[in-house]
Nanobody, 126 residues
Framework: QVQLVESGGGLVQAGDSLRLSCAAS????????MGWFRQAPGEEREIVAT????????YYADSVKGRFTISRDNAKNTVYLQMNSLRPEDTAVYYC???????????????????WGKGTLVTVSA
């Protein structure tokens, strides 16, 4: 079992930056691929970014490529999402996710995830 707790969400203006954090506890954090997903009202949950267990390989949705950066610190059992140049369309609840396989998340999205956090709300005003 892996427990995930997100933090760092809030209300910002377009063009601002935020950094989300996800603290993990439970089973060996470093053995899991980690990811960030988001869900806007009335929309399906979509992948934002994912990172391999070692942190060596990352994947980004086209909508955030060049603006968001995912990273992890296995010594701190924490994964981060640095979000720059935020846009109103980035408004959503952001969820941290743990998955056994990085390739599974890339290929299957949310279906490849084993564990979810409860989410943190990011609101970007125009």
């Amino acid at each position: 079992q892996v427990q995930l707790v997100e933090s760092g969400g809030g209300l910002v203006q377009a063009g601002d930056s935020l950094r989300l954090s996800c603290a993990a506890s439970g089973r060996t954090f470093s053995s899991y691929a980690m990811g960030w997903f988001r869900q806007a009202p009335g929309e399906e949950r979509e992948i934002v970014a994912t990172i391999t267990w070692s942190g060596g390989v990352t994947y980004y949705a086209d909508s955030v490529k060049g603006r968001f950066t995912i990273s992890r610190d296995n010594a701190k059992n924490t994964v981060y999402l640095q979000m720059n140049s935020l846009r109103p369309e980035d408004t959503a609840v952001y969820y941290c996710a743990a998955a056994p396989y990085y390739s599974g998340v890339v290929a299957r999205g949310a279906d490849g995830v084993d564990y979810w956090g409860k989410g943190t709300l990011v609101t970007v005003s125009a």
